[in-house]
């Protein structure tokens, strides 16, 4: 039996007829059938044709609950009304100016206020170009070249931000001082020598790495949390270990908060309290239009100045363009701190009643994440880092992917890698509708676990 006719497969086939129809058409005109690698799964994903709040509906007229939020780029679930007001109002006075609107300004000000290490910042269109600007700022700034990354860190669709993202067991080299691998045949060596790889949560091997190669590095750059592979919320302790280390030998500090932003009003680095030079910004706070953004240091954003003898420059046709502002403003006003605090407690309950699914179906499967963020992972110990997801994944083989269609099939939506975050536009409700899910889905799957996966029979 091939994966494509497993028996779980089929039944997400008769569910989503429709989808699969549209599918068919889109593989004429994508590779694949998909336009987005992240966005694709097999056998097809669904096809939506609205949503309101946290609510989905497909081609064939199902509603699922969203916890994907477009990887966790709609805080407040989808069409809040104030945001489609001020987009309606935008869009009629035009849409991108290519010229300073007052909205860039007064959403500027919004993040310079919250955001602890952001006295400054530069819109971009896309939380890719703002960790590149962030990578360009630290280069001019440092006059090196060398970027230290993390194993298993995801700062978007360009080489240098995706090496070693998936930390395969047969190449990964030592944990102490893992190899720059590529992801895929398109990376160019002077890529891979020019990127450090740094274990993720290891204040010891970091600092060791960062002293070998301290003359050479122009950054250290970090996601508070690593959203591609497990939702893996760094301690205080390595973070804390990064900003001494790299402070000790002029190295700039990013922290990429594209995702981890919504963890606290502040940002991961509020809540934790260590402050980068550089940050990096994207997803909640476009509103739900494309978006990106750099910031940091005023000193270092001064690079990106005209007045500055020799400027970074930064070009980049709708960065700040008047509709994404128009609905960033909205949703980054609305996103205050009892709304965090809210959406946090209610992924808290999440996390809970999935732990509990798991362990109530006998089955080995834990919820990891912290704040609004969540990933179901097959780890046998709490995960440290992305090989401890990796690991579990591989130990899972194909589970993952019958338990995501389940999902769907019972009405909820996540990420195919299993990852949910909440939004503003849920309540108990909807937690309670996500866990009876589970539960109903892993008890469809147990005969299945149990006969191909039986690593995972507590
Ligand atoms: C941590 C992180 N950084 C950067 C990016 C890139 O953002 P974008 O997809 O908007 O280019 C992503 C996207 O998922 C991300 O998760």
């Known amino acids: 039996m091939t994966q494509d006719e497993h028996p779980l497969v089929t039944k997400y086939r008769e569910f989503s007829p429709a989808s699969e129809a549209l599918h068919e058409r889109a593989r004429k ?12 799964f097999a056998p097809y994903p669904l096809t939506i044709t609205e949503a309101s709040g946290c609510v989905m509906k497909d081609a064939d007229g199902h509603e699922v609950l969203d916890f994907m939020n477009n990887f966790t780029s709609l805080v407040h679930g989808h069409a809040r009304p104030e945001i489609v007001e001020s987009v309606q109002k935008q869009i009629a006075l035009g849409s991108a100016y290519g010229a300073t609107s007052q909205n860039q300004i007064d959403l500027a000000e919004i993040i310079t206020e919250r955001i602890p290490s952001v006295d400054q910042m530069r819109f971009t269109s896309s939380g890719s170009e703002g960790t590149t600007m962030a990578i360009r700022c630290a ?17 978007g669709s360009f080489e240098l931000a995706e090496v070693s993202l998936v ?23 002077s890529v891979l020598k020019d990127t450090v ?24 750059i970090v996601e508070p949390v690593l959203g591609s592979m497990g939702m893996v919320p760094a301690t205080r302790e390595f973070l804390q270990t990064l900003r001494d280390a790299a402070t000790a030998n002029g190295i700039i500090l990013i922290f990429d908060e594209v995702i ?3 963890i606290n009003y502040g940002g991961a680095q509020k809540f934790l309290g260590v402050t980068p030079d550089l940050t990096c910004l994207g997803k909640i706070i476009g509103g739900g239009l494309p978006v ?34 128009s609905a960033g403003l909205p949703a980054m006003q609305a996103f205050n701190e009892d709304e965090c605090n809210r959406i946090n407690v209610l992924a808290d309950k999440l996390r809970d009643g999935f732990n509990q699914a798991f362990a109530q179906a006998g089955i080995l499967g834990n919820a990891s994440g912290i704040g609004s963020l969540t990933n179901i992972n097959f780890s046998e110990k709490p995960l440290n880092d992305s090989r401890d997801y990796l690991d579990g994944l591989l130990v899972s083989k194909h589970i993952g992917q019958l338990l995501h269609l389940g999902m769907l099939r019972h009405g909820v939506n996540s990420a195919s890698r299993l990852m949910f975050c909440t939004s503003t536009a849920m309540s108990d409700r909807e937690i309670e509708k996500a866990i009876a899910a589970l539960q109903a889905t892993l008890d469809e799957l147990k005969p299945f676990v149990e006969t191909e996966c039986p690593e995972l029979i507590l």
């Open 29 to 40: 005109v994508f590779p694949g059938g998909d336009t987005r690698s992240s966005a694709h």
């Open 139 to 155: 280069r001019a700034a440092t006059g090196r070249q060398k970027i230290m990354k993390m194993e298993g860190g995801y700062h």
């Open 167 to 189: 930390p395969m067991p047969d190449s990964r080299g030592d944990l102490s001082e893992p190899n720059s691998m590529p992801l895929d045949g398109s990376f160019p060596d």
């Open 197 to 220: 790889i740094c274990p993720y949560n290891e204040p010891e091997m970091a600092k060791n790495l960062i002293e070998k190669h301290h003359s050479e590095l122009a950054a250290i």
């Open 260 to 262: 981890s932003l919504r």
């Open 292 to 325: 990106g953004g750099v910031g940091g240091r005023a000193d270092l954003m001064q690079l990106f100045s005209p007045d500055s003898a020799s400027p970074v420059v930064h070009a980049s046709t709708f960065s700040g363009n008047a509709l994404t502002m």
